[in-house]
């Protein structure tokens, strides 16, 4: 059977070139800006797995011991955050997509636990991207939160919406162009990012854009698979993006010396909280993105009104990064502290992300944390000029 290999940051693949002629749809969750789909492996699960343009198939290390599948030639890995993080290799007999079967997939096995905690899944055992898009064509309709997987060769809708086409493949994953206030640059088209576009800092001092938008904080606004993404926040005047124009969308500029933003062979992500405003084809083979605007498009760009972020620690939340001078701060929150309960309701019995949502939501005027032995009100107000 042939096998394919590609490099992305720095790892090798492989994949079966085999192709299934079935069409599914199936229904996903979406969550902090990222689609959630269930799946079974080697017969067992369902197993929750984001759906990432950005990404390989990648399986939580735990939920790989509790398969007891077996690892192998352990080396290091870059991505999403500053850092590197292990990875070995994993092979998986049978993976299962609502009866699109996948076999004798190798997957890389990593330790996502410091994810989950840092952006507050309870429930994620790991990523689906390159291998699944290469055998099947993508439409991702967010109006009804479903998406269909069609073969290529069963694939024959003609495309009703605006086409972008790839301007290539850094690796395994696909590249759009785009312009953010007129300067132009190549993008990985990128599912799993939470953000509307995150630049690279090859990108970011190439064109002085420190300099332009002059950002008045940093701050931890993300967690991948190797550990925080400090950045600063800005609010660019318009993102470009075929004949779509974003106004004052909210744009992350790393400020990391190393890792997977300091890549020279893209300029950044396109990522969903752009992405999710169209009802979107993705279609590898034919290298192209359709775009159909859905009842998202107008959804205003919204940030962060407290200054700080929160993660998992066990049934408690913990301020991982909190900025000086930010109505958090000003509120005498501080890093390290432990948060119990947000308006009287316990932490326990709180969803993170839709906490994210509530302290982004502009008519979310304060909020009242109990950290340990003491209430403290958190007077919210906007962090960027709108």
């Not at 470009?240 to 020279?264: C, D, S, Y």
């Amino acid at each position: 059977m042939l096998k394919k290999i590609f490099f992305y940051f720095g790892l090798f693949f492989t994949f079966s070139s085999k192709t299934l002629a079935e069409a599914v749809t199936i229904p996903f969750e979406f969550v902090d800006n990222r689609i959630f789909v269930s799946i079974k492996i080697n017969g067992q699960g369902p197993f929750v797995m984001v759906l990432d343009t950005g990404a390989s198939n990648i399986l939580d290390a735990q939920t790989a011991a509790k398969l007891n599948i077996s690892t192998y030639d352990s080396f290091n890995i870059t991505g999403g955050g500053e850092f590197t993080a292990t990875a070995s290799y994993g092979d998986i007999q049978h993976m299962d997509i609502a009866g699109l079967k996948f076999l004798n997939q190798k997957f890389l096995i990593v330790d996502l636990s410091g994810m989950k905690k840092a952006i507050g899944f309870k429930n994620f055992d790991g990523l689906i991207g390159y291998e699944v898009f290469m055998r099947y064509v993508a439409e991702v309709n967010f109006d009804k939160q479903q998406v269909t997987f069609t073969s290529h060769n069963q694939f024959n809708t003609k495309p009703s919406g605006e086409i972008i086409p790839f301007v290539g493949f850094d690796g395994g994953i696909p590249l759009v162009e785009a312009s953010i206030d007129g300067v132009r640059g190549k993008f990985w088209l990128d599912t799993g990012d939470r953000a509307a576009m995150t630049l690279t800092t090859p990108f970011i001092h190439a064109n002085n854009l420190k300099a332009i938008y002059k950002p008045s904080f940093e701050l931890i606004t993300g967690w991948g698979i190797a550990g925080p993404l400090h950045t600063q926040i800005i609010r660019a005047g318009q993102v470009t993006f075929g004949n779509e124009t974003f106004i004052r969308p909210v744009l992350r500029l790393p400020t990391a010396t190393k890792g997977g933003m300091t890549a020279t062979t893209s300029n950044g992500t396109f990522g969903n909280e752009l992405l999710k405003r169209f009802n979107l084809t993705i279609n590898y083979l034919k290298q192209h993105i359709v775009l159909n605007r859905n009842s998202f498009y107008s959804n205003t760009h919204e940030f962060d009104r407290s200054g700080m972020w929160l993660m998992l620690d066990g049934a408690n939340f913990k301020v991982l990064d909190v900025f000086s001078g930010s109505p958090a701060d000003k509120a005498g929150v501080r890093t390290g502290d432990l948060v119990t309960a947000v308006d009287q309701k316990p932490t326990v019995t709180l969803f993170l992300p839709t906490v994210r949502e509530h302290l982004s939501n502009p008519q979310t005027k304060s909020v009242t944390v109990s950290i340990e032995s003491r209430k403290v009100v958190i007077l919210l107000e906007n962090l960027l000029q709108e």
